[in-house]
């Protein structure tokens, strides 16, 4: 698999103390975290993550740019990289053996650490278009992201199911709206965490129509898909975005493969569920980072240094989910 590494963060000198009283001697020298496009929420995560980790446990940590959920629990499985990101669909498909990029291999090496924020399916259309809901869509050139990602599995999967053909392209987020913009696409549908940094500039720059599902839409998602729920986009989340947009959204829970040494895992856990203000500076969406939410996975193992994180605070961890 093709990645691109970011720059990575070096580690600073002062490392927190409860992290240097750890026995370090199994931890890697560096860290390489699976996130997403540029223009996601799972980069922007990661870069935040990647600096935490490098200033506070003294760990070298770079960001790879990667198709999305997908191919990240495929690299993680496979220990190319350590952690990563994913919404909860393509895991739980993953451990089932359905993933389309490890067909009839069940994931046995994938571990929880903590939960992150839910992803919304978006879509966006310039104003002068004239679209205005799903069904609009048909015979439009949408592109759907990373063909990997979150969003191109299931915004493809419910326009086959709901029998509404469209002329797909794939791409990054940024470069998926400057297309937009640019009048080579129709609409650029996404799933990310908002506010989107791709959908935020794009709605800087033109006059843009996000559009909302209608309740049959949420019931056909939410029927064919478990992990989905309803979810509302507040209005004033983008320019010009002066109503509540309806979609439906699935958790996103970040990763770990079980080799992670237990320590490091529980550093990392600690790091981010242990400084919510400091998460929401790295992207608003941490508001939902919370230790509480770690019941949003009821399918995925906990790697036991999350799991010890948990224990600390009070939260006992399901004997199924260890």
Sequence with gaps: MKLITMSAFVAGALAALPAAAQDKSDWPSSL??????????????????ASMIGEALGVSTSVEVTGGPIQNVALVEAGETLVGFTTMGPAQEAIAGESELMPGMEAANLRALFPMYRTPLQAAALKSS????VEDLAGKRVNFGPASG?????????????GIEVNASFAGASDAAGQLGDGLIDAFVYAS????????????QQD???????????????????????????????KGQDADVATVAMWNYAIANESLPESLAYEITKLVLGDNARMQ???KSAVETMAENWNTNDFMKFHPGAVRYY???GITIPEELR
């Design 32 to 49: 390489s975290i699976s996130t997403g496009s540029q223009g996601g929420a799972y980069f922007v995560w990661g870069s935040g993550l």
């Design 130 to 133: 004239g679209i205005a809901t």
């Design 150 to 162: 979150t969003s191109a599995t299931y915004w493809q999967r419910y326009f086959s199911d709901a």
């Design 193 to 204: 965490g908002i506010p989107t940094g791709a959908y935020s500039e794009l709605a800087i």
């Design 208 to 238: 843009v129509t996000f559009i909302g599902l209608s309740e049959d839409n949420v019931a056909a998602f939410t029927d064919s898909v478990p992990s989905m729920q309803p979810f509302t986009i507040p209005a004033g989340t983008y």
């Design 281 to 283: 500076q790295v992207h």
């Design 311 to 313: 224990e600390e605070i």
